[in-house]
């Protein structure tokens, strides 16, 4: 199987504990982005990689939330002291994508569902 | 970005042809639009993208009129498996400062009954 994956598919954590996420994106993908969505919302996006940089960050990626490519291959996504309102789906898609031109289709792995008790 | 209206449900039976539109007024000249398809517990799904006029793959099709302040997603004779949420976006898929990064909705539930 080449698509996304990610690891664990669920998580439950007590809440101030931390927890770490990781995506394996397509390999010679070279975007990688993290999403996040609750019951009965579309996906928020959080932050974005090209290669090993992370180029932008949402508001919604607290200090508390850090995200890493340290090869520009998997990712991971850390929650430090986890709150009640982290609780969601957390999704990462990859994409391959060329300067300016064209369309930027990005393949979804299947989330890691994180309950926070 | 541009914002996208669409309708929150939608119900239809097996074999019939399902059309969903999607409003966006203040589409830009650099935007694309773009659907999703996402069933539970799973990513998204892309569907199709399209910039003006008429897009078909294998599995739907996408109509844009000439002002582009609205797209349709046609879906043809449709089965339950069709049964999933689907997104509507527009965006610079092209770069600039956007990234590609996607703006989704609440989108659409469509439903496909027996």
């Known amino acids: 199987d080449t698509g996304v994956s990610q690891d664990p598919r669920h998580k439950i954590t007590k809440r101030g504990q931390n927890v770490t996420f990781r995506c394996d994106p397509i390999?010679?993908?070279?975007?990688l982005y993290w999403y996040r969505q609750t019951l009965g919302q579309g996906p928020e996006f959080l932050t974005y990689?090209?290669?090993?940089?992370?180029?932008?960050k949402s508001r919604l990626l607290s200090d508390r939330f850090s995200a890493e490519r340290p090869k520009g291959s998997f990712s991971t996504l850390e929650i430090q002291r986890t709150e009640q309102g982290d609780s969601a789906m957390y999704l990462c898609?990859?994409?391959?994508?060329?300067?300016?031109?064209?369309?930027?289709?990005?393949?979804f792995g299947p989330g890691t569902r994180l309950t926070v008790t | 970005l541009a914002k996208t209206t669409q309708p929150i449900s939608m119900d239809s039976y097996e074999g019939q042809e399902v059309n969903i539109t999607c409003s966006h007024n203040?589409?830009?000249?650099?935007?694309?639009i773009t659907w999703y398809q996402q069933f539970p517990s799973q990513g998204p799904r892309f569907i199709i993208q399209?910039?003006?006029t008429k897009v078909t793959n294998e599995v739907a099709s996408l109509f844009i009129p000439a002002d582009r302040k609205s797209s349709t997603l046609s879906l043809p004779r449709v089965s339950l498996s069709d049964t999933a949420v689907y997104y509507c976006l527009v965006g610079d898929h092209a770069g600039g400062t956007s990234y590609g990064k996607l703006t989704f909705g609440q989108g659409t539930i469509l439903t496909v009954h027996p």
């Open positions: 898609a990859s994409s391959l994508a060329f300067g300016l031109a064209g369309e930027d289709e990005q393949y």
């Open positions: 203040n589409i830009a000249t650099n935007d694309y």
């Open positions: 399209g910039y003006k």
């Open positions: 990689f090209q290669n090993e940089a992370q180029l932008e």
């Open positions: 390999s010679e993908h070279n975007r």
